[in-house]
């Protein structure tokens, strides 16, 4: 059965703090790789999609890279605007769905 | 340019009535899906629609959940004699094509009292 796991569940950060959110995943035959960023009350915002191991996609202080089991959501020198649920979700080749992992609740405070 | 859009924005409904969610994809997205977020969980997949045919709605959770499209445009969800348990923010997410990037509208919140 594919599985999506994010870790940790809540990450409080000073403004400033570097750090990094993890996805780990169990699927057969991986196509895509999408981080989301959630606001409270509103949609998932699509960040970035990765497609193989060894890939990197920068977007302001945000950096996702994927290796063949997680991906990693490095957030650098954040700000408080950045606080949001970040969402990772996988496609897997037989399917078109996306399976989402259960989420990080990120709050950075000033 | 528009993104997806979803009424209402909110739905209270009773216990067995039936209600309907409405989604209006981005114009020339040819896939659309319905997703489920329980509170506290994450989204549940319910069902894709490539143009106006659903080739993929094993994520509905019973018979009493059906969803239409008209051509590719206008999905609507439909859930018969709603239940306590159908409360959660059911979201739509469209794109160009079945293996592209899905774009999310800002959802329903369906409140069953």
């Known amino acids: 059965e594919d599985q999506v796991t994010q870790s940790p569940e809540a990450l409080r950060l000073q403004e400033g703090e570097s750090s990094s959110l993890n996805c780990s995943y169990t699927?057969?035959?991986?196509?895509?790789l999408f981080w989301y960023r959630q606001d409270p009350g509103k949609g998932p915002e699509f960040l970035f999609t990765?497609?193989?191991a060894g890939e990197e996609k920068e977007k302001e202080r945000l950096k996702a890279t994927l290796t063949k089991k997680e991906s990693f959501l490095h957030i650098t020198a954040p700000k408080p605007e950045d606080s949001a649920t970040y969402l990772c979700a996988v496609q897997i080749n037989a399917g078109n769905m996306l399976t989402f992992g259960g989420g990080t609740r990120l709050m950075v405070k000033p | 340019g528009a993104g997806v859009s979803q009424s209402p924005s909110n739905k209270v409904t009773e216990k067995g009535k039936d209600v309907e969610l409405r989604c209006d994809p981005i114009s020339g997205h040819t896939a659309l899906y319905w997703y489920r977020q329980r509170l506290g969980q994450g989204l549940e997949f319910l069902i894709y629609?490539?143009?106006?045919?659903?080739?993929?709605k094993s994520g509905l959770p019973s018979d009493r959940f059906s969803a239409e499209r008209t051509g590719e445009s206008v999905s609507t969800l439909t859930i018969q004699r709603t239940q306590q348990e159908d409360s959660a923010v059911y979201l739509c997410a469209s794109s160009l094509g079945s293996l592209r990037t899905q774009y999310f509208g800002p959802g329903t919140r369906l409140t069953v009292l």
């Open positions: 629609f490539q143009g106006n045919s659903a080739p993929d």
């Open positions: 699927v057969s035959g991986l196509r895509g």
């Open positions: 990765l497609y193989s």
